[in-house]
């Protein structure tokens, strides 16, 4: 009897990876699944927060996947190390701050060398890629710069598009039967959903843009002013957090504005009291409101004009807010609300 085979398979939670890892099970392979933890992962966070996404499944799609599949999955927190891919991208970004080939070079190294250490033991690497899917890192003249980078080689196997591929060494050596896997290509997904569909899956995550928060417009662009403001291109995992959360207003270079925009935001914005001067409004219902950076007594007056706006006391004359600060101390402040007019659109980023 021959010996049997493991492959190790990125599991991110998106349908692609989940056909991948189920296309090798079915030809007697043992899979286990990584899934990496970075900090810009879209879901299990404000998903969970927010009142409008109260009715979508409140789960772990990777591990929800690893259940559909009856794989143990692995997850890795990466978000420290994850760093120097973000901010000093090789193969530089996507159409926004998406660093997504560097990405995938980067989580293949790391699957390397979780996989085929000794006590693990794997023999290759699978991974849900399809060639033409996204513009920066899925191209075809993009997946031997991955395969080559990640020291992977050719032990990495993307069952999905592999017939449009070299041969790969599963293939070569008769681990896997190259005719039983798939060449799809571009951006049409009903091939995946036709296949899922004739595997017996009846549910699958399909996240816009991926599953990275670094994909979108809005993110990117309080990211790239959080490095502006601070003057280096750095942050810390709290930083990348907040970023997903409220409104975000910058009235002046030194101090911006994080607005909780229902309840469940300023829950958890008010779990940040200790580490920013935040605002609560008094005398009406309305927002908790941060102030990140270094106001000084005019700003404060200012923020709390703009936080006031956001409160049910937008229309009332005057409207009292406590603002407290990191040390303790406590200020009240009696303000008129900002008319949305003098709001200008330049301090939403």
Known sequence: MSEPRKAVALISGGLDSM??????????IEVEGLNFFTGFCVEGHTHAIRAKDQARPKRNNALWVAEQLGIKLHIVDISEEYKDVVLNPKHGYGQHLNPCLDCKIFMVNKAKAWGFMEDNGFDFIITGEVIG????????????IIARE?????????????????????EREGWVDREALFDFQGRNRKPQIELARRLGFEDWSQPAGGCC?????DYS???????QARGKRDYELDDIMLLKVGRHLRPAPNFKLLIGREEGENQYLSGYR????????LSHRGPLTLVDGEPEADDLQLAARIAARYSQGR???EVTLEASHPDGRIDLLAVA????????QAWHI
């Open 337 to 344: 609300p900002m008319p949305a007019q003098d709001i200008p």
């Open 221 to 227: 662009a309080k990211l790239a002013d959080l490095w």
């Open 315 to 317: 229309e009332a004359a």
């Open 19 to 28: 056909l991948a890892a189920r296309v090798i099970q079915d030809q007697g």
């Open 133 to 144: 899917q996204r513009p920066k890192s899925q191209r075809k003249a993009t997946m031997p």
């Open 213 to 217: 928060f670094l994909t979108n417009a």
């Open 150 to 170: 990640s020291g992977a080689e050719d032990r990495l196997l993307r069952p999905l598009c592999a017939k449009n591929l070299p041969e790969t060494l599963p």
């Open 274 to 281: 200790k580490q920013f001067i935040s605002l609560r409004v």
